[in-house]
T-cell receptor, first 113, second 113 residues
Framework: QQQVKQSPQSLIVQKGGIPIINCAYE??????FPWYQQFPGKGPALLIA?????SEKKEGRFTISFNKSAKQFSLHIMDSQPGDSATYFC????????????FGKGTKLTVNP | NAGVTQTPKFRVLKTGQSMTLLCAQD?????MYWYRQDPGMGLRLIHY???????AKGEVPDGYNVSRLKKQNFLLGLESAAPSQTSVYFC????????????FGSGTRLTVV
């Protein structure tokens, strides 16, 4: 049972392009939606996060768009650079005491020079 | 500022052998988690802990045991390793509060032959 569906699996863009990664969820109890960035051989690192009462959040070149009614959220990377090449994971957290995160399957982004 | 440290970084086991993976955090975090990462599968939760002396099952707990005797350490054990447990294992921790992301370790690459 996949609680967070992420697409696409892989994405190739040219430098300066705007890759978009999409995630969808079903569980309305989710209350926190982070994105993680992972470079080869490293652990995932928190990139940006949003709560469902906000429709958009920007941090530098990274933007999350959130559509609560559609239960979808997406990551946009403005002016992408080769250094952004990494695997990106969306995630969602259930309300409650365990603070567990459920992750999407990941998107491997390649930004060509 | 070490954050989350995982040992060992690499290990090769024979089928049926046992081993323990160690996760240590120096941030006084309450919550700790063990995930496994497999190609195309994203991050799947094995076990987690909401505080010293507590553990709970995640999404894929079979074949693993955990212990949290000290707040800063979370151990993952494989009693009888199987080839299906070949994976990269990540430990993560987070503090209490509503806006903290997970801090991940750099992972343990385990191969069971």
């Amino acid at each position: 049972q996949q609680q967070v569906k992420q697409s696409p699996q892989s994405l190739i863009v040219q430098k300066g392009g705007i890759p978009i990664i999409n995630c969808a969820y079903e569980n309305t109890a989710f209350d926190y939606f982070p994105w993680y960035q992972q470079f080869p051989g490293k652990g995932p690192a928190l990139l940006i996060a949003i709560r469902p009462d906000v429709s958009e959040k920007k941090e530098g070149r990274f933007t999350i768009s959130f559509n609560k009614s559609a239960k979808q959220f997406s990551l946009h990377i403005m002016d992408s650079q080769p250094g952004d090449s990494a695997t990106y994971f969306c995630a969602a957290r259930s309300q409650g005491g365990s603070e567990k995160l459920v992750f999407g399957k990941g998107t491997k982004l390649t930004v060509n020079p | 500022n070490a954050g989350v440290t995982q040992t060992p970084k690499f290990r090769v086991l024979k089928t049926g052998q046992s081993m323990t993976l160690l996760c240590a955090q120096d941030m006084n975090h309450e919550y700790m988690y063990w995930y496994r990462q497999d190609p195309g599968m994203g991050l799947r939760l094995i076990h987690y802990s909401v505080g010293e002396g507590t553990t709970a099952k995640g999404e894929v707990p079979d074949g693993y045991n955990v212990s949290r005797l000290k707040k800063q350490n979370f151990l993952l054990g494989l009693e009888s390793a199987a080839p299906s447990q070949t994976s990269v294992y990540f430990c993560a921790s987070r503090g209490q509060g509503t806006n903290y992301g997970y801090t991940f370790g750099s992972g343990t690459r385990l191969t069971v032959v």
